[in-house]
Every structure is written in C-alpha cells, then in structure tokens.
C-alpha cells in the first residue's frame, strides 16, 4: 500500500508540474524605434547636432515617444535615448517619470563614463494599453573644448562630490601681463551663500593655456579680499602674474539645478571691464508620460522567417485620460526657459516643455498610430517584442483526460485487489 501510494503521490505531481509550469519572460530592449530625438536646447534656442558646443555649456535634451497599440509592454523593458555626439552628460543621474496615482511610468538613467542614457519602463503601460506617449528631457553640455587664445579671465563651476556644494574656478591674466588696477568682483547666483572658509585657493602663480596647469608662486594678501552681501571682490592692484582662485558656495535649492555665478573684472585701460557668467551641470531632468486603460492588439512571431505578423484584436471603449508627471529628483517646475543675454533659469525651459500640451513637440506625439508605425517602418528594426507561449485550452484538457484515466485505473486496480482477498 505504501508503494501504491508513493507512485500515485509521484504521478499527481508530475501531473501538476505540466499543468501549471513556471514560465518567466525576458526584458526586451526596444532601442529608440519609438522615440523621436532628441531636440537640443539651448535656452530657448535650438542648436542642429553638427553645431559645436562648448564643454561648459549646459543644454538640454528634449525627446518624445510613442508606443503602437500593438507593442506589449512589460515592466523592466527599455528604451534607448540617443546621446549627440556634440554633447555629454556631466554627472550620472537617475530618476522616475510617474503618473499622478504614484504608479511609475519610468525610470529615466543616464551614464556619464559610457555617455548612455536609457528609460526603464515601470508597470504603468501594462494597464494602460493605449495611446501610449510621452516627453522626456534631461540635461546635458557640450563636448568641444574651446579654447580663446586672447582672453584675459575664464571663469568654470563643477559640483562637488556629494552635490551640495557648487565649486568655482577663475584664471585672470594667463600670459602674466603687467596690468595695473585690477579689482575682482564676484556676484552669486540666486539660492547660494559662502560660509567663512569659502576660499580655498588664492594664488599669484604662471598659466599654461595648452596644458591648463596653474604653477603657484605665492598667496594673495588675504587683506585684499572682502566679503559683501552677494559674494566678494579681491583688490588685486598690479598684476604681472597669473590669478587662480577656487572657491566653493553652498547650494540651498535643487541640488540638481544648475547654479550660476558671475565674475567682472577691472583694470587700467581703454577697453570694457570683462565679464563672465558661468554655471554648474545640471543633472537630472523631468518628462511627462501617458495612455490610455484598454486592450491592446497581439503580435505573433514567425520565427522561421523572422517576419512579424499582427492579428488585430477589438480594443475596449474607454474614457480617454492623460496623465501628467515629474521628476521625482529634479523638479520640473523650477525649469524655465533662458537666451544667451539673460539669467533666466534653462529649468523653466524643461518644465515649459513637460507641462505645456500646445508645444511643437506634444503636436508631434499625438499623431495617429497610423503615421507613427508608418514611421518606425522606415527605420527597419529588427526587435520584436517579447513573446510567451500558454497552455491551450485543448492541452488543458487532454491532460485533465489522462489524470482522470489513471486515477480511475488505480481506484479499479484497488478494488480488484480487495475482491481477491
């Protein structure tokens, strides 16, 4: 008896292990079939990707997105957003695009050593099936070192480790000239400050343009440096020397924002005093996303030939809704729109973009499915969304069958059993 009960345990799970199998799907990486972009901004300005850029200069890039009906997605698939090969992304950033109900919609992540960037999709477009678009900006600055062999002070500004802080950088007089008057004044941007130990580098010293490379001679008289209610001004006197000052100002915003600092420079002479303005990286972005609850159509696969074919299911009427989102680390309604002769913030311009369903490029994404499968056609991909394989009602059944078939051989074999005895 207890052998009969052994095969007949091992029989009904071998029995359970075909009806209910585990099955487990790979993330699929759609490439950038489905986004149109980027846009590079400047400011307000748009600058064409053959356009050199300066390595300090931030901008950022917008893209758009636009999913067909047809494309199953799941959680943990990607999309890849293509990088200009005139721009780079400063710092390595991460953040969630999510609807207004918390679900998230993405992740948008950037590498700043592979110069990459990629949206992680989250659960939401697996409910939302339909009419699945959206916006995504973040930003970026140039890749071009430019270098002007007439100037007199340069002025650049980084983030600090742990991004609290901005650090800021000034070169006055590289080629040593005499030059004699000379006072330094430096304007903070808005939603900074300098703590007392502010200066960190105050030298007189020779300047290499081609190598970069300060060679420091001697301190500046710190006598000669003041501190006023928006940030400080050195008394150089007669320069015949090179400056390299370094200085650090704490942020108390946004930490991903870029902050920005100005310098002006006066000496003896006819020409204008020289000023710069300079900023931060920014890191980071913001975006919008959304689609519609319904069903969408299936694609199968015919992998002999590695064509797809569509089958058109009836989609569910539903009521439309758009969703509206941010980013949960940058946030975009601190992005405004800026020119090259303003100080207006470029994170305005992002959220300008994110928020505003008139804008050019939310004209764009709200073409029929029609135009944009038309499109992704002419880009010739060869990824195919994921496929799975599930038991058909027929199987079901004819394992139902054969369970069946051996439970009542065994209860007969049982009862002959107990008659011979």
């Known amino acids: 008896m207890k ?3 052994f095969v007949l345990s091992t029989i009904f799970c071998l029995i359970i292990s075909i009806l209910f199998p585990s099955y487990s799907y790979a993330n699929m990486d759609f490439g950038d079939i489905y986004v149109s972009g980027p846009t590079i901004f400047k400011g307000d300005s748009i600058i064409d990707e053959n356009t050199e850029i300066d390595y300090h200069q931030n901008v950022s890039l917008a893209y758009t997105y636009n999913i067909p009906n047809n494309i199953s997605i799941t959680a943990g698939d990607t999309m890849d957003l293509r990088i200009p090969e005139n721009t780079l992304i400063a710092s ?18 950037g590498d700043a050593l592979s110069n990459t960037a990629t949206a992680t999709f989250g659960p939401y ?3 939302h099936k339909a009419n699945r678009q959206g916006e995504i900006l973040f930003y970026a600055r140039g890749s071009t070192m430019m270098e002007n062999e007439e100037w007199v002070m340069n002025k650049v500004g980084w983030n600090s480790f742990d991004n609290t802080s901005a650090v800021w950088n000034i070169i006055i007089n590289p080629d040593s000239k005499y030059i004699t008057n ?7 941007g808005e939603m900074q400050e300098l703590n007392s130990g502010f200066l960190i580098q105050a030298e007189l010293g020779t300047y290499d343009k081609k190598t970069q490379y300060f060679q420091a001679l001697e301190p500046i008289d710190p006598s000669k440096i003041s501190s006023t209610d928006v940030g400080f001004v050195i008394d150089l006197g007669t320069l015949n020397n090179a400056v390299s000052l370094t200085y650090v100002s704490n942020k108390l915003s946004d930490k991903n924002l870029p902050y920005r600092n100005k310098a002006i420079l006066q000496a003896d002479g006819d020409g204008d005093p020289v000023v710069i303005e300079a900023e931060t990286p920014g890191i980071g972005g913001g975006g919008s996303g959304s689609g519609d609850p319904g069903e969408s159509t299936s694609e199968t696969i015919d992998t002999s030939s590695g064509e797809s074919s569509t089958t058109e299911k009836d989609s569910e009427e539903t009521t439309s809704e758009t969703i509206d989102t941010s980013s949960t680390e940058s946030s975009s309604e601190e992005i405004a729109t800026t020119s090259d002769t303003t100080t207006e913030s470029i994170e305005e311009s992002i959220a300008s973009s994110t928020n505003e369903s008139n804008t050019s490029s939310q004209e764009s994404i709200s073409s029929s499915d029609s135009v944009i499968v038309a ?25 139902g069958l054969i369970f069946i078939s051996i439970a009542l051989f065994l209860i007969k074999k049982k009862n002959q059993d107990n008659n011979k005895r």
């Open 375 to 399: 499109e992704l056609e002419e880009k010739s991909s060869n990824k195919l969304p994921k496929t799975g394989y599930l038991k058909s009602m027929i199987a079901l059944t004819g394992y």
């Open 92 to 109: 390595s950033f991460s953040y969630d695009i999510v609807a207004d109900d918390g679900t998230l919609i993405m992740t948008i992540s």
């Open 3 to 5: 052998k009969k009960g």
């Open 182 to 188: 000379v006072i330094l004044t430096d304007i903070l």
């Open 125 to 127: 477009y697996e409910l």
